[in-house]
């Protein structure tokens, strides 16, 4: 997101994340939506009832599993209960952050992994990836490799070594510069490495500072 960004697409971290996502104008609870920002939900304080973590991956009662057993995960995440205004708790959500893929393709009108290996992947020498979803156990994941709409969900499932995630890593630690050329903006990089949630924050959340 933040390198579409830096490339000119309209992306403003302060409007509705719904305004990107004109396909789900009809869902039932767009005015609710309609108050979360795209900063709110990338920094994880959009305010969703979503609790992946009190739940073992793989039961039934794991939002995961049930956004899975839908046709649409992004709309059933879209469409899952509201609990709080937006900013005020952590929730981290894989659900919301695979809505990053609609808004990508929608923002830069390509496709989710073609736009990550020719914008990210290839700029810094990343030649092995996978995407796949997986229970954390075995091989390469569970098989699930054709998602809704075609879109791979950024929330999860993108398989990379080591080595690789380091690049990524380095290339945050370098100002978003590799080898001369300019990746992603200090501006990004800045609010991705900003704390918003804490042990202060979130004491319910997190055990400590």
């Keep these: ?28 609870n767009y005015s609710q939506v309609q108050n979360i920002t795209l900063h709110n939900l990338l920094s994880q304080r959009h305010g969703y009832d979503w609790d992946e973590w009190t739940i073992s991956y793989g039961e ?12 649409d995960w992004y709309l059933t995440a ?3 209960p509201i609990a709080l205004p937006p900013g005020q ?30 914008e990210l992947f290839d700029p810094i020498d990343i030649s092995d990836t996978h995407w796949e979803l997986y229970l954390g156990e075995g091989g390469l994941g569970q098989g699930i490799s054709v ?33 001369g050329e300019r990746i992603l903006s200090q501006e990004w990089i800045d ?13 319910q959340v997190f055990s400590s500072e």
């Design 147 to 179: 998602f809704p709409h075609g879109l791979e969900p950024l929330g999860f499932g993108l398989w990379l070594k080591p080595i690789d995630m380091a690049k990524i890593g380095e290339m945050y630690r370098l100002g978003g510069v590799w080898q």
């Design 89 to 118: 708790r952590f929730a981290y959500s894989t659900g919301h952050s695979s809505l990053m893929s609609p808004i990508l393709q929608n923002r830069t009108g390509r496709d989710v992994y073609e736009f990550a290996q020719v």
């Design 60 to 71: 039934q009662l794991n939002p995961i599993t049930q956004m899975l057993n839908t046709a």
């Design 78 to 80: 879209l469409q899952w």
């Design 1 to 28: 997101m933040g390198i579409a960004k830096y490339q000119g697409a309209d992306i403003d971290l302060d409007s509705p994340f719904i305004n990107y996502l004109p396909q789900y104008s009809n869902i039932n």
């Design 191 to 203: 609010q991705a490495i900003t704390r918003y949630s804490d042990g202060i924050t979130d004491s």
